[in-house]
């Protein structure tokens, strides 16, 4: 299925993933301001296919003065719904539209991946001011928990995609991942991993797996299969019907010199 595809899918489910996807521990936010050099109250950001407004909601809970930037209508209408004093313009990261120079930091939570960093990367340092900062970041699931492991494992091979344990990346080869090797503007380049918890019902946890887009662009029997099977699964582990979700959130941040 092209990545452009698995994109979209998105806004035909905006709705189930605002309402069951993970947001983010504030350490996050603590480790993006660290790494930044400085404090989210009073920044000029963007942040970038925002979606529902998961991130966003923490980044101006936190006193940024706050843009969301996203491609997706049904994203955006959600996103409009749950912060409707937050402006959000329609766009995508490989084509800002955003002032040159205008930002103090720049975010993509679990959205750097749809954009081409041969593109999104130059835009990136366009339109930080000199000292600013670029932040990614990913919530991946804690492959050292044994049950998180093997529903990774199986949830991989129902969509068609590899597996095994996957090597969380250093800081050479998270730059070079992302596209940030020896891209001109770049300064300093910090790599962080948060690890937290949530505790969920089982119906929250299905919903959130079937929101990713792997899943979105499956036939809805064949996903609602997989789903039923793990159902059964999970809540033997889990008999009281709430689920622990552990996850590492892996955070990447680019200064712009």
């Known amino acids: 299925m092209p990545t452009v595809s698995r994109a979209h899918s998105f806004n035909a489910a905006a709705a189930q993933y605002a309402a069951n996807r993970p947001s983010y521990p504030p350490a996050l936010l603590d480790a993006v301001e660290d790494a930044a050099g400085r404090p989210l109250a009073g920044a000029r950001v963007?942040?970038?296919?925002a979606g529902t407004g998961i991130s966003t909601a923490l980044l101006h809970a936190r006193g940024a003065r706050v843009v969301a930037v996203e491609p997706g209508e049904g994203m955006a209408v959600e996103f409009r719904r749950a912060l409707p004093g937050v402006p959000i313009v329609r766009g995508d990261g490989?084509?800002?539209p955003l002032a040159d120079a205008s930002l103090d930091l720049l975010t993509y939570a679990q959205s750097w991946h749809w954009t081409e960093p041969a593109r999104s990367a130059p835009e990136a340092m366009r339109v930080l001011r000199p000292g600013g900062a670029l932040a990614?970041?990913?919530n991946t699931v804690a492959l050292d928990v044994p049950w998180i492991a093997a529903q990774h494992e199986r949830i991989a091979?129902?969509?068609g995609v590899g597996t095994g344990a996957r090597q969380r990346p250093d800081e050479v080869s998270a730059t070079?991942?992302?596209g940030l090797a020896n891209l001109p503007g770049r300064g300093e380049v910090t790599l962080?991993?948060?690890r937290w918890s949530r505790l969920v019902p089982l119906d929250t946890h299905l919903a959130n797996i079937g929101s990713h887009s792997a899943f979105l662009?499956?036939?809805e029997g064949d996903a609602q299969a997989f789903l039923t099977e793990e159902r059964a699964r999970v809540g033997e582990l889990f008999p009281d019907g709430t689920v622990e979700e552990t996850y590492v959130v892996e955070l990447l941040v680019a200064t712009r010199t």
Do not use: K, Q, Y
């Open 94 to 96: 490989n084509a800002l």
């Open 46 to 49: 963007a942040d970038v296919g």
């Open 136 to 138: 990614l970041w990913w």
């Open 176 to 178: 070079e991942l992302s």
């Open 192 to 194: 962080r991993h948060v």
């Open 217 to 219: 662009v499956l036939e």
């Open 157 to 159: 091979r129902h969509v």
